[in-house]
């Protein structure tokens, strides 16, 4: 059966302990953990020892290393591709298997759409980038899962599917962000594309996060779970039918919305 997370930063910033205990009392199987995000004070191996225990019980399904991988800055690059090393080592003595991140934009900062992210230049870069992270993970035993999202380089599940051929190994896996593949124009066919990621990448996928929206101001703005336009009883559906282990992990869902939402999900998982 599929478990159920919530990025732990979307609960607050605390130590670890404090942290758990939230996750823990609003009834959510596991977290997706962003160190600098979700904890007090820095993180390193020398906290692994501290955080493994606070998390006895949960599952750590993610820890999040995003970086952009095609900044136009190349020191953000290369800084932003150790801590996702690193991460991928803590990862190991954490228990938590996966490490997760997007595939960026030459815009930099924020992570926008320019032309220039659909390009195969683009797509190749990214390849090259993830390939020298691929062998940390082969050897800490920990997986890679590539996130696509409209407006970055991997902008649709096709894109995504390249990029795991690409890397040929069973460490690399895939996050599949729903929401992220949206925009003002395709937004109705969200079902079709989730069904073209089931399709391409069903074996690969890991996580799905959890996001729902309504249309505002001739853009998508998220909202809590069951409140907007994505028709998660068939979601969940085909989730169900497809990926039965892959986790399920709430992003972007804040404040009230926590419980409604897990409420919600939790009546179509067991509804089948």
């Avoid at 609960?11 to 609003?26: E, N, R, S, W």
């Amino acid at each position: 059966m599929n478990k159920i997370g919530i990025r732990a930063h979307d609960i607050g910033q605390f130590d670890p302990h404090t942290l758990a205990d939230h996750v823990k009392q609003l009834g959510f199987d596991g977290v997706q953990l962003v160190f600098k995000k979700a904890i007090i004070g820095s993180v390193g191996l020398d906290r692994m020892t501290e955080i493994k225990d606070a998390f006895q019980g949960l599952d750590l399904m993610m820890l999040g290393a995003y970086f952009n991988p095609v900044h136009p800055d190349p020191a953000v690059v290369k800084e932003g591709y150790e801590t996702f090393k690193q991460t991928l080592e803590m990862a190991r003595i954490l228990g938590a298997d996966t490490v997760g991140s997007e595939t960026g934009s030459y815009m930099g900062s924020p992570w926008n759409y320019v032309p220039e992210n659909h390009t195969e230049t683009a797509l190749n870069r990214v390849i090259e980038v993830f390939k020298g992270l691929v062998g940390v993970a082969e050897k800490t035993g920990s997986m890679i899962a590539i996130e696509g999202a409209y407006a970055h380089v991997c902008y649709d599940p096709k894109r995504v599917k390249a990029v795991v051929d690409a890397l040929k190994s069973k460490h690399v896996k895939v996050t599949v962000d729903l929401y992220n593949f949206l925009n003002i124009n395709n937004h109705q066919d969200h079902l079709s594309i989730l069904d073209e990621a089931l399709m391409l990448l069903k074996d690969d996928i890991k996580i799905f996060h959890l996001k729902d929206y309504v249309v505002e101001n001739e853009g998508l703005k998220q909202v809590g779970l069951g409140l907007g336009l994505m028709n998660y009883p068939e979601i969940i559906r085909r989730i169900q039918d497809n990926c039965p282990c892959a986790h399920l992990i709430f992003e972007g869902v804040t404040g009230e919305d926590i419980q409604t939402s897990l409420q919600y999900i939790r009546k179509l998982i067991e509804r089948k």
